[in-house]
C-alpha cells in the first residue's frame, strides 16, 4: 500500500551514519550477506530480533522505504540515539535487524553467558560472529530500545509510511518484555514506565499526534475545523504540519476519547 503522503518521496539513499563501532569500517547501508557461515540464524535463546531480518539487498518485495524526502531529521535523530546509548545508528535500508540480549535469569539459567557483544553491530556466539544493524546488549534499557527502534518508526508512519515490527527469537528470549513489557503489564495497569515496551511508548508517541491526511488535504482530526494545514520541513523539526493540535496521552482511554 502506498503511503497517503503529499510529500514527494525522495528515494536516494542517505549517507551511511556514522557509529563508535563502526565509523572505520566502510560499511555500505545494507549488511554485506558474508559467504561463510556468519548470519546464519542464532541458536541461542537469549537473543531476540526485534525487526524483521532480511539479507536480501535487490529485487526484494520490501514496503516504500523510510522517508529520506527528510534525511537531515533522520540522520541527526539517530546518531543523537547512538552516541546517548551506544547503540549504533542504524542506516537507512528500509529494514532494520536489531538484536537485543536478554540477560540470565538467576532462576532459570544455569553458566556462564556465551553470547558475547563485539562491537555496536556484531556478536559472537560460541566464537562465530554474526553481524546486523545493531547489538543491544544485556544493558540496554526498554527506553533505549525504544529510541533506537520506536522513535525512527513513529517518524516514518506521520511521515505517511507503513512501518512494522517484528520480534522474533525462541521461546523465553524476550518478545514479549521487549514489545510490552515485563509478564504481568499486559494485565496490569500500573506497570513502571521505565519497564514499558515499545507498543505502548509508540501509541503513546503516535496517538499524540493525529492528524489525517487525504486527497492531498490535512485535516486536524483534533480541531475539524482546521482544513487544508501545510505541510513544511525545516532542520530542527524535519516535516511537520503547521498548526497542528497536539495532545499528550498517557491512557488507552485517553487515546479512544
Ligand atoms: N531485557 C530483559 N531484561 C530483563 N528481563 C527480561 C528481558 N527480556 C526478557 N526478560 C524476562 O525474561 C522472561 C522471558 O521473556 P519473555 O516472556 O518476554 O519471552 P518471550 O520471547 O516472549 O517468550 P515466549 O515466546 O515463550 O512467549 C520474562 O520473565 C521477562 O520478563
Known amino acids: 500500500m502506498l503511503p497517503r503522503n503529499p510529500i514527494a518521496r525522495d528515494t536516494a539513499e542517505l549517507p551511511s551514519s556514522s557509529s563508535p563501532s563502526s565509523s572505520a569500517k566502510t560499511r555500505p547501508s545494507s549488511r554485506k550477506h558474508k559467504p561463510s557461515k556468519e548470519n546464519d540464524p542464532p541458536s541461542d535463546h537469549n537473543i531476540i530480533v526485534p525487526y524483521s531480518p532480511s539479507h536480501v539487498k535487490s529485487k526484494s518485495p520490501l514496503p516504500p522505504r523510510p522517508p529520506s524526502s527528510n534525511p537531515l531529521k533522520r540522520k541527526l ?10 547503540l549504533p545508528a542504524t542506516t537507512d535500508s528500509g529494514v532494520k535487524v536489531i538484536v537485543r540480549m536478554r540477560p540470565l535469569r538467576k532462576d532459570k539459567d544455569e553458566g556462564d553467558p556465551i553470547v558475547q557483544k563485539i562491537s555496536g553491530d556484531s556478536l559472537s556466539i560460541n566464537g562465530r560472529t554474526f553481524t546486523f544493524d545493531s ?7 526498554q527506553l533505549d530500545i525504544f529510541e533506537h527502534v520506536g522513535v525512527p518508526l513513529v517518524e516514518n508512519c506521520l511521515a505517511g509510511f507503513n512501518s512494522s515490527v517484528f520480534a522474533y527469537g525462541q521461546t523465553g528470549s524476550g518478545k514479549t518484555y521487549t514489545m510490552w513489557g515485563p ?8 506497570v513502571a514506565k521505565e519497564q514499558q ?25 483534533l480541531d475539524p475545523s482546521q482544513r487544508n494545514l501545510q505541510i513544511r520541513e525545516d532542520v530542527k523539526s524535519g516535516v511537520y504540519v503547521e498548526n497542528l493540535t497536539e495532545n499528550q496521552v498517557s491512557t ?5 476519547q
Not at 135 to 141: G, K, M, P
Not at 212 to 220: A, R
Open 77 to 86: 535523530a539517530l546518531d543523537t540515539i547512538a552516541a546517548e546509548n551506544s
Open 135 to 141: 547489538v543491544a546488549d544485556v544493558e540496554a534499557t
Open 183 to 190: 509478564a504481568n503489564s499486559l494485565a496490569e495497569e500500573n
Open 197 to 221: 515496551g515499545l507498543t505502548p511508548r509508540v501509541f503513546e508517541r503516535l496517538f499524540a499526534r493525529i492528524k489525517e491526511i487525504y486527497n492531498e488535504q490535512v485535516t486536524d482530526l
Open 252 to 256: 488507552m482511554e485517553d487515546v479512544t
